[in-house]
């Protein structure tokens, strides 16, 4: 059974910064879309970010470009989120997932992680 689990989450003040990692078990890793997604409270959940199987493509919600970054390390079958300029809308509970190696929208997940919160104080 494949398994997602993300890590990295905790609270930090408005303008701040944290890095998001998601460890894959128990699928070929390297063959698979990944992706982050988020779910406010109250909200319904939204992609946030994407990355290629082979990390060469990338793709973000506007509301984070320029602030948010995917990437991955298929050596250790980790995908991570450098989040830079927190804003208190950035709230949410953070959700890894992965799919096979089809590349583009609509990002419709395979398999998903249980979750980090991360929690931006104004």
């Known amino acids: 059974q494949v398994q997602l689990v993300e890590s990295g989450g905790g609270l930090v003040q408005a303008g701040g910064s944290l890095r998001l990692s998601c460890a894959a078990s128990?699928?070929?890793?390297?063959?698979?879309?990944m992706g982050w997604f988020r779910q406010a409270p109250g909200k319904e959940r939204e992609f946030v970010a994407a990355?290629?199987?082979?990390?060469?493509?990338?793709d973000y919600a506007n509301a984070v470009k320029g602030r948010f970054t995917i990437s991955r390390d298929n050596a250790k079958n980790t995908i991570f989120l450098q989040m830079n300029s927190l804003k208190p809308e950035d709230t949410a509970v953070y959700y890894c997932?992965?799919?096979?190696?089809?590349?583009?929208?609509?990002?419709?997940?395979?398999?998903w992680g249980k979750g980090t919160l991360v929690t931006v104080s104004s």
């Open positions: 128990r699928l070929t890793f390297s063959t698979y879309t």
């Open positions: 990355i290629s199987w082979g990390g060469g493509s990338t």
């Open positions: 997932a992965g799919r096979g190696t089809r590349w583009g929208p609509p990002w419709d997940m395979d398999y």
